[in-house]
């Protein structure tokens, strides 16, 4: 397979004025019409003439009405082309019905849906499909379908046909087309000019009781992105569609929404309140991308970052204004340890922005994503709110209708702050989480801080150069009194001091306040000061930072050294958890714990080989510990958090019911499950169910619930999903490959369902322990699988290979028996280049 290399960009020769698109809609033998309007573009790198196919049965194509013979090849056709513009012509065949890949247009559950997104049009007609041809789309569907959908405004309809016309300019990726027996859930939106917008979203028959928080959610994205960037929508009517088999959360095309019905369906009997928030956010981010990625998007996709990366940053900031900003960043952080920084510091580290892929939806990452969106946090520290504000105005104004890339982002914030980004823009070429090391001095009033910042080298870039890092930094007294508010320092040095003067006493510095870069900081620091912020400091992000180090550098020494738990940390989270003028939502956080990953990855950095067993385990003598320590308090803190009333799934409520929960996991450790089984049997809602139903699962007392559940919700597919992961994250390690195998034989499980197969396949891996079983049997459930997925549904096939990405980590046993895996699924005949790639980085 080749590589494509971001220095290869060259322009396309031709403009696209038009294309007109009819689509005949049949199962396995739907016909494609395309008539497309090529310009030649004046000075525009000499080239054949090349329009992307695959999987594409031509039935005829003509230029200027004249038949011709193109050359056909895997992956589209070359044909002679005249000097001047012309009128391209073809008819292909497609079969939607079989294309289990779920990319170009495929069928879900009798349904006609598409996902172009990243080269998925090729899949649809010959076109040049590359996101820097933006052209205005006009389309009629031809379908037995009540409800026929596609991108812009309806123009026109009948019996059996509708057509659309998008009159913004878009790259073939954003085009849409939905067509099946639908009902919606309707709703208007009055823009800030005044302009009277149609809503709906689009469910199957069953689900339309399910729409009602999404449409909310839709409407106060709409309202946000007016208020907070200025941002009004562009067509007279915006539809949402639900699809069930989606290879990924959802997709912004134009005025079409395609969401997996998980990322949209809400309803407090099946949702948690975690669904809840991720739907609101997953709406926001889908939305706001109309103007971050559709109206402004990205000249080819090694700039997905452009897209991604901001409109990242723009739910975060809106789910931080719908909700609670520390709780979202701390949540953000959790996330971004969890799944960036294991990418980072694995054979799967690429730059925000790389320079060469085989297959582009690899690099749909978290590094893409949410280091994309650390970066955009950062420079807006760096300029303030104002110039980020005046920047962005500048972007949308300048760039709108472009297809842009990171240097004319750079440019907009250099223009409007006259600042020099050229050291910035380091974050965006090189891989790797930088350490900050901290040392510090104080003398005569005088307090210095030092950092020094190294980054490991990454696959293809041994060497990195120093970057740019706002380190936002407060100081507080020994008497917890703050003597320097929240401070930015900005580092560009490898090594650099900064000093604050006339200090009375020697403070306590919060060091990277809010998470102010995306760095790993290495601080000595005592376990009294560190209990000091926990109680002490200003800075929620760093108050709940202080206890997580407490709880990390306690299971390091339990791991290491067979310490016992460290009663100084459960003194000072109990009086955290006591603290009834603390949010429950924050306190709920402090009672998390580093994960296995995040603690395996922790002691392989000291130079230890880790061992998930022993991690697994030091995890649960601290659980047992804190259960203990706090189980005065626990039941006082259970009924407290009890939420009384009808159910709303704002902050308020689920703040209170992550805390009692949260109280209710720790007294499943005491009661064997009594609590736990009284709230199960009693639960109104999703949230209280399931948070009893893993309680159960995890104290080896869930076999009546298990079946009991099944049965309650066999007839709802999102519902029975969290009932297979529930099952496998709360496995015992020695029982979790067995227990996924056994699923995988129950009826309900299918291949054919993303969503079913993640929450099975990809559950194995959020209980470590048992994935990295000694036995081997985790690896090989899970490459087994992979390897049937592989023919189908490469995509889905590729994305979840990362479960190995962390097998360096680990002694030479488990890494041959993970050797033994990839080299099996390397040697599949017909591997699909989406998993060839994954594997091969992940091998090497
Ligand atoms: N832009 C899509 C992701 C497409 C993934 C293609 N493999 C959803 C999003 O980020 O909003
Ligand atoms: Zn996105």
């Not at 026929?148 to 405004?153: A, D, E, I, T, V």
């Not at 049965?711 to 099952?727: A, E, G, N, P, Y």
């Not at 390397?826 to 980085?841: F, K, N």
Request: aromatic share 10%; charged share 25%.
């Amino acid at each position: 397979p080749q590589t494509i290399y971001l220095s290869d960009y060259t322009p396309f020769g031709w403009t696209v004025e038009s294309v007109h698109l009819t689509f005949r809609l049949a199962p396995t033998a739907t016909r494609v019409i395309s008539k497309i309007r090529f310009t030649p573009t004046p000075n525009a790198p000499k080239q054949a003439f090349f329009l992307h196919g695959e999987a594409l049965t031509p039935i005829r194509c003509t230029i200027d009405g004249q038949q011709i013979t193109p050359t056909f090849t895997d992956t589209g056709l070359t044909c002679d082309v005249p000097d001047t513009a012309f009128d391209w012509e073809a008819e292909v065949e497609i079969s939607p019905a079989t294309n289990t890949a779920l990319e170009g247009l495929y069928m879900s559950n009798g349904m006609y849906c598409t996902q172009c997104e990243a080269e998925g049009f090729r899949k649809i007609t010959f076109y040049p499909d590359r996101p820097d041809v933006m052209a205005t789309f006009t389309v009629r569907i031809e379908g037995a379908e009540p409800v026929l959908l596609s991108n812009g405004n309806p123009i026109a309809q009948g019996d059996g046909w509708a057509e659309w016309h998008d009159p913004w300019p878009k790259p073939a990726y954003l085009f849409a087309l939905v067509a099946g027996d639908l009902i919606n859930h309707p709703d208007r939106f009055t823009t800030q000019s005044g302009r009277d917008v149609e809503l709906n979203i689009w469910v199957r028959p069953g689900d339309q009781d399910k729409c009602a928080f999404g449409m909310e959610a839709l409407k106060k994205s709409m309202k946000w992105d007016e208020d907070v960037y200025g941002r009004e929508y562009d067509l007279d009517i915006f539809n949402i569609v639900a699809v069930d088999d989606f290879n990924m959360g959802a997709m912004e095309n134009k005025g079409l929404n395609v969401f997996n019905s998980s990322c949209v369906l809400a309803s407090p009997d099946t949702s948690t309140d975690l669904n809840f928030e991720r739907i609101e956010a997953i709406i926001a981010h889908e939305y706001f991308h109309n103007w971050t990625g559709n109206r402004i998007t990205c000249r080819d996709w090694f700039q997905l970052c452009l897209k991604e990366g901001l409109t990242v940053y723009r739910d975060s900031q809106f789910t931080a204004d719908m909700r609670s900003e520390p709780v979202k960043r701390i949540s953000d952080v959790i996330q971004l340890r969890a799944r960036q920084f294991r990418e980072d510091n694995g054979p799967l580290a690429h730059p925000v922005r790389p320079e060469s892929f085989v297959e582009i939806n690899n690099f749909y990452t978290a590094t893409v994503y949410e280091k994309g969106a650390e970066l955009i946090g950062m420079l807006k520290t760096l300029v303030g709110d104002d110039a980020y504000y005046k920047a962005l105005d500048l972007y949308f104004t300048r760039h709108d209708g472009d297809a842009a890339t990171i240097e004319d982002w750079l440019k907009v914030f250099e223009d409007a702050t006259g600042r020099d980004l050229t050291q910035f823009k380091r974050w965006y070429s090189q891989a790797g989480t930088p350490r900050l090391s901290v040392s510090e001095a104080f003398t005569d009033g005088t307090y210095t801080v030092t950092f020094r910042q190294d980054t490991p080298p990454t696959p293809g870039q041994d060497v990195k150069d120093p970057r740019v890092i706002p380190i936002a930094v407060g100081l507080l007294n020994p008497n917890g009194d703050e003597v320097l508010p929240t401070t930015i320092l900005e580092m560009t040095e490898v090594e650099q001091s900064f000093t604050f003067e006339g200090l009375a006493t020697r403070p306590v510095p919060s060091i990277l306040r809010g998470f102010s870069a995306p760095v790993i900081l290495h601080r000595d620091s005592t376990n009294e000061e560190r209990a000091f912020l926990l109680a002490h400091d200003t800075d929620p992000f760093n108050k709940w930072e202080a206890g997580r180090a407490l709880a990390r550098d306690g299971l390091i020494r339990m791991i290491r050294n067979g310490d016992a738990p460290d009663t100084s940390y459960l003194d000072s989270l109990t009086a955290v958890v006591r603290d009834d003028t603390l949010d429950p939502a924050f306190r709920a956080l402090a009672l998390g714990l580093p994960s296995q990953d995040d603690l395996a990855q922790t002691l392989f950095d000291m130079g230890n080989t880790p061992d998930p067993q022993a991690i697994w385990q030091a995890l649960e003598t601290l659980k047992q510990a804190t259960a203990q320590h706090m189980q005065d308090l626990l039941p006082r803190i259970y009924a407290q958090y009890q939420v009384d009333g009808e159910y709303a799934p704002d902050a308020a409520q689920s703040g209170a019911r992550a805390l009692a929960n949260a109280a209710l996991g720790l007294l499943t450790r005491l009661d064997g499950g009594a609590q736990a089984q009284k709230q199960y049997d009693a639960a109104d809602n999703m949230t209280q169910q399931l948070a009893a139903f893993a309680c159960l699962l995890s104290a080896g007392n869930g076999d009546a619930a298990t079946a009991d559940f099944y049965d309650q919700w066999k007839h709802d597919r999102l519902v029975i999903d969290k009932w297979f992961t529930m099952q496998i994250v709360q496995a015992d390690p020695d029982q979790a490959a067995a227990i996924t195998r056994t699923l995988t034989a129950h009826p309900d499980f299918s291949m054919k369902n993303p969503n079913r197969f993640r929450a099975t396949l990809g559950a194995l891996a959020m209980n470590p322990a048992g994935f990295h079983h000694a036995s081997g049997a985790g690896y090989a459930v899970l490459a087994d699988w992979l390897i049937q997925l592989d023919p189908l549904n490469p995509q889905t096939t590729a994305r979840m290979c990362s479960s190995f990405e962390t097998w360096k980590r680990y002694d030479p046993d488990r890494q041959a028996l993970i050797a033994t895996q990839l080299d099996r699924i390397l040697a599949q005949p017909g591997l699909s280049r989406d998993t060839r790639e994954m594997v091969d980085r992940i091998r090497k």
